[in-house]
């Protein structure tokens, strides 16, 4: 999904006092997704479960991130990093996530993610840096910048 029009680009505050939590097989079909996980992407839980957990890929994301992480969770069976999410209604929103493997008598079953909100300078370091990661590698790139939020 590439997006081209200014509309995509409302985005969502991440709760500080409550973890976004979620499941996969070892494919990466989503198992188990908390309330507050189906409230910050905008979908039910019903509708997440069953689902590939690229349904909250944001295209402003490089692709070699998302190999990077599935190179780790094989390698070292953990992965963590800053993670812009495309919500159902197609705002976004920034976490800081960590996904880390479940095991059943000592057999790799599933993996688990937990994700937190990140700094709005996170936010302006981690976009810039996708932007020219995904214009080096030749994908689509927006550049997108942000203005600092009165407080
Ligand atoms: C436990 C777990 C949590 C994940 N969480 C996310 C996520 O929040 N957002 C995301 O885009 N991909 C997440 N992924 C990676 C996706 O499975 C997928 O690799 C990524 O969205 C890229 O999709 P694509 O290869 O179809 O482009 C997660 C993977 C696992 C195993």
Known sequence: MQFNQSEFLCEVSVPKDE??????????IITFANDTFAQISGY????LI????NIVR??????????ELWE????????????KN???????????AEISGVYKN???VEYKSIRVPISFEDKVYYQKKYDEIRKQNGEY?????????SS
Do not use: C, N
């Open 19 to 28: 973890l976004i939590v979620s499941r996969t097989d070892l494919k990466g």
């Open 44 to 47: 039910e839980v019903d509708e």
């Open 50 to 53: 069953g689902q590939p957990h």
């Open 58 to 67: 944001h295209p402003d994301m490089p692709k070699s991130t998302y190999k």
């Open 72 to 83: 780790s969770l094989e390698e070292k069976g953990k992965w963590s990093g800053f993670v």
């Open 86 to 96: 495309l919500r159902k209604d197609f705002s976004f929103y920034w976490v800081f």
């Open 106 to 108: 000592a057999e790799l």
């Open 141 to 149: 790139t927006r550049i997108i910048s942000y203005e600092k939020p």
